[in-house]
């Protein structure tokens, strides 16, 4: 079973591009998170998701934003990348009960 | 203050050795506690899942729950090497779909 697939697993972007951290589970979870883990912070919530078409704001959304066009995939998008913004992401899915299940995350940086 | 607290670390054991990771929390409301186990450049991997106060057993593992003192643990026996990597205790309010609070996490080496 894949899980909660992530990609890229690693990103170089300069100041003030923009991307997309791309996330899927295949375990039909309508419960779907974003998180950024910095060194001695533990994980940050940034977005979550409780089922298709629904959003809503974690601790840290500054400067992300979030769809869920489907129950599958959860996309990440930075629109101006800034260099706080450079950290691991991770994102996690839940069914209606029990616990997250995580991916492997994203590196990035930004210079 | 943080809602959660966790002893950072590093901590180093030999193999074979009884290992004892905890965390605090100031919130009364956390009724689901987690460990999880994360590898170097990996996701976290839930270790342990639990409901209240109490115990949990799986194997080498036993998670313990406070919910008094608001404290819990996790108690590693017979450590592994394999068993090196940073455990993140992890709680929520409720269980299911619902924001988890999260330790900074504890890094373990164990020494063969």
């Known amino acids: 079973n894949a899980g909660v697939t992530q990609t890229p697993k690693f990103r170089i972007l300069k100041i003030g591009q923009s991307m997309t951290l791309q996330c899927t589970q295949d375990?039909?979870?309508?419960?779907m998170y974003w998180y950024r883990q910095d060194p001695g912070m533990g994980l940050k919530l940034i977005y979550y998701s409780v089922g298709a078409g629904i959003t809503d704001k974690g601790e840290v959304p500054n400067g992300y934003n979030v769809s869920r066009s489907t129950t599958e995939d959860f996309p990440l998008r930075l629109e101006l990348a800034a260099p706080s913004q450079t950290s691991v992401y991770f994102c996690a899915s839940t069914g209606s009960s029990g616990p997250q299940h995580f991916g492997d995350g994203t590196r990035l940086s930004i210079l | 203050q943080k809602e959660v607290e966790q002893d950072p670390g590093p901590l180093s054991v030999p193999e074979g050795a009884i290992v004892s990771l905890n965390c605090t929390y100031s919130n009364s409301a956390f009724q689901y506690f987690m460990w999880y186990r994360q590898y170097s450049r990996k996701g976290p991997e839930l270790l342990m899942y639990t409901y209240s106060s109490g115990n949990k057993e799986d194997g080498r593992f036993t998670a313990q729950v406070d919910k008094s003192s608001k404290y819990i643990s996790l108690f590693i026996r017979d450590s592994q090497p394999s068993d090196s990597a940073t455990y993140l205790c992890?709680?929520?309010?409720?269980?299911?779909?619902?924001?988890?609070?999260f330790g900074t996490g504890t890094r373990l080496t164990v020494i063969p």
């Open positions: 375990m039909n979870h309508n419960y």
């Open positions: 992890a709680m929520s309010k409720r269980g299911g779909a619902n924001n988890l609070f």
